[in-house]
Structure formats: structure tokens, C-alpha cells
């Protein structure tokens, strides 16, 4: 298979996705209001429809690439636990684990008596 680096970033972190899709609401909902008054007043629903496409491709333009506005948060991903490290922490939990907890039952009913 050939490996080919692509130039361009890909990624969009989670803010820019959140911003991405309240923008492409408010574009489509926009245009659609814009298009049904234009179409209402020229009594042409054509004219709705084309208003409607138009805020559908400029949404799309500015919402599908991830552009740099999109990309301002990167995810700070946490370091690897090193494999030594990871068997002591693995039995200090276990030895947690195994600690036997109080019956407070038994201690409330001493204390009545």
C-alpha cells in the first residue's frame, strides 16, 4: 500500500466541531428564512428552494474543511504509564482491594448492650 503524507490537517478538535455545527445551524436557518420571504413575496417556491441550496453550500464551505478557527483547543492527551510502573500499581490496587471493611452492624449492636 503506498504511504502518502497528506499536506493539509485533518483534525477538529471538539470545540471547533461544537462551533462548526451551531454555525451550520444557524446558516441553514437563516437562508431558509431569507428564502421563503423572497419566495413568498415573488409567489415562486423556486426561489425558496435555490436561497435554501445557496445557505447549504455556503455552510458547507465554511463548516466541512477543517479550517484553523476549528483547531484552537487541541486534546492534551495524558503521558503512557510506563510498564514497570504499571505492575507496582497494579498491587498496591490489589492489595487496597483485599482490606476487609467493618461490620458497623456488630460495632451498633455492642453499644446497645
Known amino acids: 500500500m503506498l504511504d502518502i503524507q497528506w499536506p493539509f490537517p485533518t483534525h477538529m478538535d471538539f470545540r471547533g466541531q ?8 444557524v446558516i441553514i436557518i437563516l437562508f431558509g428564512i431569507v428564502g421563503f420571504l423572497a419566495g413568498y413575496m415573488m409567489q415562486q417556491f423556486s426561489m425558496t428552494m435555490y436561497s ?3 445557505g447549504v453550500l455556503v455552510s458547507a464551505l465554511l463548516t466541512l474543511p477543517p479550517w484553523p478557527m476549528y483547531r484552537n483547543n487541541p ?11 504499571k505492575e507496582t500499581t497494579i ?14 452492624r456488630k460495632s451498633k449492636a455492642k453499644k446497645d448492650e
Open 91 to 104: 498491587n498496591k490496587n490489589a492489595s487496597s482491594v483485599k482490606s476487609p471493611k467493618k461490620d458497623v
Open 52 to 54: 435554501v441550496l445557496f
Open 18 to 25: 461544537k462551533m462548526a455545527e451551531r454555525l451550520f445551524q
Open 75 to 85: 486534546v492534551e492527551w495524558q503521558k503512557p504509564i510506563d510498564s514497570n510502573n
